[in-house]
Every structure is written in C-alpha cells, then in structure tokens.
C-alpha cells in the first residue's frame, strides 16, 4: 500500500491541517515509510504470544472489597452522616430541584 500526493491532501483536509505543496511532498515519503513498517510488523510470527500490556509483569494488589472492615471508615453510619444534612429523603441527601 501506497499514499501519493493526493491522499495526503485529502487526509490533511480531513484532520483540518493546513498544508502547502511542499509539506505534502515532503510527507509522501514519511507516510509510505510508516504504511511499509506497519506491513512488515504484520510479517511477524506472534502466534503462541501472550498480549501484554507492559514489558514487565505488572500485577494489582487489591485488597477484599469487605463491607465495615474499617471502624472509622466502614459502613453503617448512614444515619449519623445524614443527621448533619439539611434535607434527607428516603435515607440520601435531599438537593433541590433544578431542571423544571
């Protein structure tokens, strides 16, 4: 595959960059180049390979998701929370209406 002075006009106009005739010569050659990379990276061999997203193992340390683990932090204070709202409904905070 193959761009020539055309298709790059047309792919400058697309992405609104404005371009005089020398800037497309001269971007010919460095698209060919990029498309002529990409298809020798589609040669490659990659069958038995596992996806990464990393080039070294990277794995997340998660604590358990456990509902009052924490005494300070944990649940069960809905109530002492909404004591100190303004307007509480059906046990959440009550805002005021904004769209009509």
Do not use: Y
């Amino acid at each position: 595959m193959s761009v020539d002075k055309a298709t790059v006009a047309k792919i400058a106009n697309l992405a609104r960059i404005k371009m005089d005739d020398a800037a497309l010569e001269r971007m010919v050659p460095e698209l060919n180049g990029i498309l002529n990379w990409v298809e020798q990276l589609g040669e490659v061999d990659v069958t038995g390979v596992e996806p990464m997203t990393a080039v070294i193992p990277n794995h997340l340390r998660l604590r358990d998701d456990v509902v009052d683990a924490d005494p300070k932090t944990g649940g069960g204070k809905r109530d002492a929370v909404l004591a100190n709202a303004p307007a509480a409904e059906h046990g959440f905070f009550g805002v005021p209406k904004v769209i009509e």
